[in-house]
């Protein structure tokens, strides 16, 4: 198998300097190139990573980080409501065609609508939806296509909708409580998966982090994902790939997401600080050897994800130098093999497409931890 990283050329670290041309830049590419539409292909709706519902509500955390800043003459947030206007997914959404997770257009659709309106009058339609899916007992418990991906819309709609925690708190309560239920050994497509997109530690960041007083009773779970570290830094993405595994250091599997999660759990679980900084310490180790991805840069599975979970500094700024668009377009040049599509296809995906995940990588490059966009944001 070739290998999937760039070697870090040591001693000439790069520098990446001033990115807010590049924040400027990556936000005209996505409104010029994938701009609003009256109407969406179904083919095109996947939800809050892929499509313009993630596009509107990447640009809702621009219009609200950096509410001075103007895109082609309109603000972030005029853009933001622009995606999801209502009507432009047409009158057919299927609840659960992906799910009842991040992944399902119709869940992020209405969630992202609630976000960006703020208005209490729109979350009753949301909590419908919601109520639904919670009467199916097959759904998954991921992040992507399973329940835990429920609580972060849920807890989406709490933080920006003023006044909703009534509507949206009972949800929240029986959904974890279902989540918990059918744990601690959660399985996707029948595999133990532990990584953040698929795995216990994504279920886990979103049951504390939408209801921090579940952290006592998941820290024995805690622990054990603490103790599955390999040596060399990474995390298997699941157990039964165990020490011999792909190897995969990006967010979704492996050492990236676990770092992110990690630092994000950390202050509710005061009496694991130590592990917890062993673990990061370690994680990041691995990342910096490993995680200057060959894929086009992106936030899922590529270098401005990985970059986000180093430590504020010279390591990953030298990421953030090697994904920058001129560094990008000059070593494919050179090597057509790197930097290709990371997508799926889909275009302008906020987490795994080039300019979504340069809007929100440099966004918050600067903060000492970063949060990763639709995980721990809110």
């Known amino acids: 198998m070739s290998q999937r990283h760039l070697d870090v050329d040591l001693p000439h670290l790069l520098s990446v300097g001033d990115t807010e041309r590049y924040l400027k830049a990556a936000l005209e590419d996505i409104v010029t190139n994938y701009p609003p539409r009256s109407r969406y292909p179904p083919e095109t709706l996947h939800g809050l990573w892929s499509g313009p519902t993630g596009v509107a509500y990447l640009l809702l955390q621009v219009s609200a980080r950096r509410p001075e800043l103007i895109i082609k003459g309109q603000s972030a947030e005029h853009w933001a409501r622009a995606y999801i206007a209502p009507g432009s997914r047409g009158h057919n959404l299927r609840l659960g065609s992906h799910g009842c997770g991040t992944g399902d257009e119709k869940l992020a659709y209405e969630a992202v609508r609630c976000a960006v309106s703020r208005d209490l009058s729109d979350v009753p339609q949301f909590m419908s939806s919601v109520s639904q899916i919670m009467a199916v007992e097959d759904y998954p418990d991921e992040m992507l296509y399973g329940r835990a991906g429920t609580l972060y819309l849920l807890r989406m709609v709490r933080h920006w909708v003023p006044g909703s925690n009534d509507l ?211």
């Open 168 to 378: 949206v708190d009972p949800a929240i309560s029986e959904i974890s409580n279902t989540i918990m239920n059918r744990g601690p050994r959660w399985r996707w497509h029948g595999k133990r998966y532990l990584g953040a997109v698929h795995g216990d530690i994504g279920i886990v960041t979103q049951l504390v982090l939408t209801s921090p007083e579940l952290a006592s009773r998941l820290q024995p779970i805690v622990e054990k994902l603490l103790g599955v570290q390999l040596e060399d830094g990474n995390w298997p993405s699941s157990e039964e790939s165990g020490p011999s595994g792909k190897g995969l250091v990006q967010f979704c599997h492996g050492a990236t997401g676990f770092v992110l999660s990690l630092s994000a759990l950390r202050p509710h679980f005061p009496g694991l600080h130590a592990e917890f900084n062993a673990a990061v310490k370690k994680g990041r180790e691995c990342i910096w050897s490993q995680g200057l991805l060959k894929k086009e840069p992106c936030l899922c599975h590529g270098i401005f994800g990985n970059a986000l979970a180093l430590a504020s500094g010279p390591q990953r700024d030298h990421f953030l130098a090697v994904a920058t668009p001129e560094n990008v377009a000059r070593m494919k040049s050179s090597d057509p093999t790197v930097f290709e599509r990371a997508d799926y296809g889909r275009s302008y995906s906020s987490t795994s497409s080039y300019a979504p995940s340069a809007v929100w990588t440099w966004l918050v490059r600067q903060e000492e931890e970063p949060k990763m966009l639709g995980y721990s944001d809110v």
